[in-house]
């Protein structure tokens, strides 16, 4: 499983350093998102800690663009991953979004998507693992998560979502050092926060450096 810390943006400075503690712990790339519609800085960030950290992992959810802004920047920058909200995949089926996106991720298989499927926020999805196998079936990464920030799925959603992916899933919600190895081999990669973090733009280097430890030990 490959833990991915969502990096909340501030500025600059604070993201770089940020991401400097998710390498000294192990983890194998990081996420950056901004609350705050800096968009623009955190993609320069994300490029800038490509050339820096070139052997890390680096993505960005874009929320004040589209996913298509999203995965032009990401390709523009050689950036590793594109995560969003709403990709354009569920239970029902594929809108022409996604049918963009799937284009898109089989024209540029180096660019890893991360759909969001029954996922927070979003209406419930009826059919979880139907959910994420169509995600996957497009070419994406099915990201799911508990019913909002911090707080943890059911352990059998992952199992049977994971079961109809053959593990290709990730976890965006509620992973913490107590609970990872519980999820961990139903999980390809979690995209964690609240359960690492000191507060909303400070990682907390001895709980990641746990967390990366005990995601990759036996339960």
Not at 40 to 52: H, M, P
Not at 86 to 113: Q, R, T
Not at 197 to 204: A, R, V, W
Request: proline content about 5%; hydrophobic content about 40%.
């Amino acid at each position: 499983m490959l833990t991915l810390p969502v990096i909340h943006h501030l500025d600059r400075e604070t993201s770089i350093s940020e991401a400097q503690v998710a390498r000294k712990c192990g983890a194998d790339g990081v996420f950056l998102i901004s609350h705050h519609g800096d968009d623009d800085e955190i993609v320069a960030v994300a490029s800038e800690l490509k050339v820096y950290m070139p052997e890390m992992k680096v993505g960005i959810n874009l929320l004040s663009r589209s996913p298509k802004e999203a995965c032009a920047a990401a390709l523009e920058h050689e950036l590793d991953m594109v995560w969003a909200d709403h990709m354009g995949v569920n239970s029902s089926g594929v809108d022409p979004l996604g049918f963009w996106l799937a284009e898109f991720a089989k024209e540029h298989p180096k660019i890893k998507l991360f759909a969001s499927v029954a996922f927070k926020y979003q209406a419930v999805d009826p059919k979880p693992s139907l959910a994420a196998a169509k995600a996957k079936q497009m070419g994406f990464i099915p990201t799911t998560s508990g019913s909002a920030t911090g707080s943890a799925p059911e352990v059998s959603k992952i199992r049977q979502m994971s079961h109809a992916v053959n593990r290709d899933l990730a976890v965006a919600s509620g992973m913490t050092p107590e609970n990872i190895q519980g999820y961990a081999p139903f999980l390809a990669y979690s995209l964690v926060s609240t359960g690492i973090s000191k507060d909303e733009y400070h990682i907390d280097e001895e709980k990641l450096c746990e967390f990366v430890v005990k995601s990759k030990a036996r339960p």
